[in-house]
């Protein structure tokens, strides 16, 4: 079935309604994790993760990734690991260890499994994703006895991440859609880059050194993979 350019398929269908599932499960325990360690540890951790399960997956069902943007991939995994390292002392506990796992396996197949969906099929394999996990998620927020809802001026900022959440994943979908799934992956999971930009913004938290040094290295990261 078509529905303007885009082309709707049982495949696209069930294959979002799986990612959604499992990024669901990624996102839960992600929040989880952040709410429990350092924003600052938990987030370059996933990232780690979540773009090396894809880059090896792609490999190993045959797809071939250039020499040139080996080195961005290398650089790109480099600088995330960067930033998890904390000179000050601060630990993550195993606990909230095996959470960030959980959650970069989950959003990694999220990512993986949109990459089967055909560049055909646009944003619809997004569709019952999003509409699988938006009402579980509600459903989950209702059973859970300490959920309140948030004052209005807290709602905006919620609206807001919402938002950008959604946009991001449409974004990667078409990103897996039409490029390589090791790469698009990859450059993803550079958004820790961004999360320790917030955290020194808006938290007024000081980088270290080495911190500073990973970001510099993830900007070099995107560029040599944009080449």
Do not use: C
Not at 86 to 114: E, L, T
């Amino acid at each position: 079935t078509r529905v303007g350019t885009s082309a709707v398929t049982p495949k696209g269908l069930i294959l979002g309604t799986f990612a959604g599932a499992i990024g669901l499960v990624g996102l839960v325990l992600m929040y989880t994790a952040l709410a429990n360690g350092s924003m600052t540890i938990v987030a370059p951790t996933i990232g780690v993760l979540a773009g090396g399960i894809p880059v090896g997956w792609d490999i190993a069902t045959g797809g071939v990734i250039e020499p040139a943007h080996w080195v961005g991939v290398v650089m790109a995994i480099s600088a995330v690991a960067l930033l998890v390292v904390q000179p000050s002392g601060v630990s993550m506990n195993r606990w909230v260890f095996m959470q960030a796992i959980g959650a970069a396996v989950a959003f990694a197949g999220f990512i993986i499994a949109m990459s089967y969906t055909s560049q055909a099929a646009g944003l619809w394999p997004f569709v019952p994703a999003r509409m699988l996990s938006i009402p579980i998620a509600f459903a989950i927020a209702a059973r859970t006895t300490t959920a309140v809802a948030p004052p209005r001026p807290v709602l905006r900022l919620v609206t807001f991440v919402g938002l950008t959440d959604i946009t991001a994943g449409m974004a990667i979908v078409l990103a897996v859609q039409r490029g390589p799934l090791g790469i698009s992956a990859v450059l993803a999971a550079l958004y820790p880059v961004f999360t320790i930009l917030a955290a020194i913004i808006v938290l007024r938290e000081r980088p270290s050194a080495i911190q500073k040094a990973g970001i510099a290295v993830a900007v070099l990261a995107v560029v040599v993979l944009a080449g």
